[in-house]
């Protein structure tokens, strides 16, 4: 049974840092795409961040949307089946439940983690 | 920047009716477009990809259609249990976009 569980989220001030993690199980995790979307208070869900399945070598293709590019790192560790996500200078417009969903078709989603931007 | 418009906002309906949701997006997408369920306090669920091709585990009284730019969910048989927020999603193009959802209340 595929499962994916997020941590790292919490209650961080304007221009602080958080980094998730992603623990996948029940599927080959080095041959799935994975990403990162979030859903804001009372609002559809946001696609924010992808990366291959190859990780982060010279062949893989990490891809962001605009709003975050050059704060918000994606990476990945296939040998420990997880998934990260590094957010830097976070701004309140980023608070949200952050999920890690699994392939192009985001066909398996984790239960999401609580991140808080608030002064 | 594709753009996926949801009608209609909201729909209240009730047991064994039929429900039409519908999702317009802004240029074409071809099939690439998939449709999500989401209950409260709950990760959005894939119920059909890529138009029309049911997620595992989907009842079959969730059905979808269309291509290019103009797409449907259609709940044949309401249940009291599909009582959520509809999302529909393309994959054609980057950004990945959602639609702002439908909300369907069974009465």
């Known amino acids: 049974e595929v499962h994916l569980v997020e941590s790292g989220g919490g209650l961080v001030r304007p221009g602080g840092s958080l980094r998730l993690s992603c623990a996948a199980s029940?599927?080959?995790?080095?041959?799935?795409?994975m990403n990162w979307v979030r859903q804001a208070p009372g609002k559809g869900p946001e696609w924010i961040s992808y990366?291959?399945?190859?990780?982060?070598?010279?062949?893989?293709?990490?891809l962001y949307t605009d709003s975050v590019k050059g704060r918000f790192t994606i990476s990945r560790d296939n040998a420990k089946n997880s998934l990260f996500l590094q957010m830097n200078s976070l701004r309140d417009e980023d608070t949200a439940v952050y999920y890690c969903?699994?392939?192009?078709?985001?066909?398996?989603w984790g239960q999401g983690t609580l991140v808080t931007v608030s002064s | 920047e594709i753009v996926l418009t949801q009608s209609p906002a909201t729909l209240s309906l009730s047991p064994g009716e039929r429900a039409t949701l519908s999702c317009r997006a802004s240029?074409?997408?071809?099939?690439?477009l998939a449709w999500y369920q989401q209950k409260p306090g709950q990760a959005p669920r894939l119920l059909i990809y890529?138009?029309?091709n049911r997620a595992t585990d989907i009842p079959a009284r969730f059905s979808g259609s269309g291509s290019g730019t103009d797409f449907t969910l259609t709940i044949s048989t309401l249940e009291p249990e599909d009582s959520a927020v509809y999302y529909c999603?393309?994959?054609?193009?980057?950004?990945?976009?959602f639609g702002q959802g439908t909300k369907l209340e069974i009465k």
């Open positions: 990366i291959s399945g190859s990780g982060s070598g010279s062949t893989s293709t990490i």
């Open positions: 969903a699994r392939a192009a078709s985001l066909d398996f």
């Open positions: 240029q074409s997408v071809s099939i690439y």
């Open positions: 029940g599927f080959t995790f080095s041959t799935y795409s």
């Open positions: 999603q393309q994959r054609n193009a980057w950004p990945r976009a």
């Open positions: 890529d138009a029309s």
